[in-house]
């Protein structure tokens, strides 16, 4: 759970000042206490979450007997808020949401028991949705829309579905500029070939 957390919050700052920090706190089988004692910690916590592989998030939130509980949040280093998200018992729960770096909105939906579920929505960057659909049991499940920049569905169907689609379309991309090159590439010699025939043809008046 505590690793779906920490995807949760890679962009934290603390930004209310609070005295706890999580440097002041150990945890022993999943539960958190302060520092040089044997009772679960409750109070408020903010700082780097522990346990990260690179860099450090930085979340504000209430831990309850050891356990994160209740709404927690973080913020980017401008104090932009960056993700908030529900905790019961240490587990996620409720609607989580994720926010770019502008403060538009990335993704929302729901956990249930630490796991995805029900209808789930992405954005692009400019705000416009991205994909939508529903999750079981942290899958996805169904039929999912996907659409472009401007808010045009594009496609219905799986993620893996898409994925092919996305990687024929790459190679008819692909496909197209290789011909496109291939016709300039043609022109140029055409072209070349003509202005040789037309010096050939002016030194052939001049003798």
Known sequence: MIRKLLLLTTFMVPVFGWANSWEDLVQR?????????????TGSVEGVWP???RGGSLVTGQLEKGLPQG??????????????FTV?????????????????????????????????TYYFFNGVVKTRGFYDSDAQSGAWEFFDQTGN???VGTQKDWGEVQQSLKKERERE?????RQREQARELKEREREREAAEKKRQRE
């Open 177 to 181: 500029a290789a011909e496109k090159k």
């Open 153 to 155: 569905l594009i496609f």
């Open 29 to 41: 089988e999943g539960i958190y206490y302060k520092k040089f004692t044997d009772v679960p910690f």
């Open 88 to 120: 019961v018992d240490g587990m996620l729960e409720g609607i989580s949401s994720e926010y770019f770096d502008s403060g538009t909105l990335k993704s929302s939906g729901s956990y249930s028991s630490d796991q995805k579920v029900g209808y789930w």
């Open 71 to 84: 709404v927690w949040r973080g913020y980017d280093d401008d104090g932009q808020l960056g993700a908030r």
């Open 51 to 53: 346990g990260l592989s």
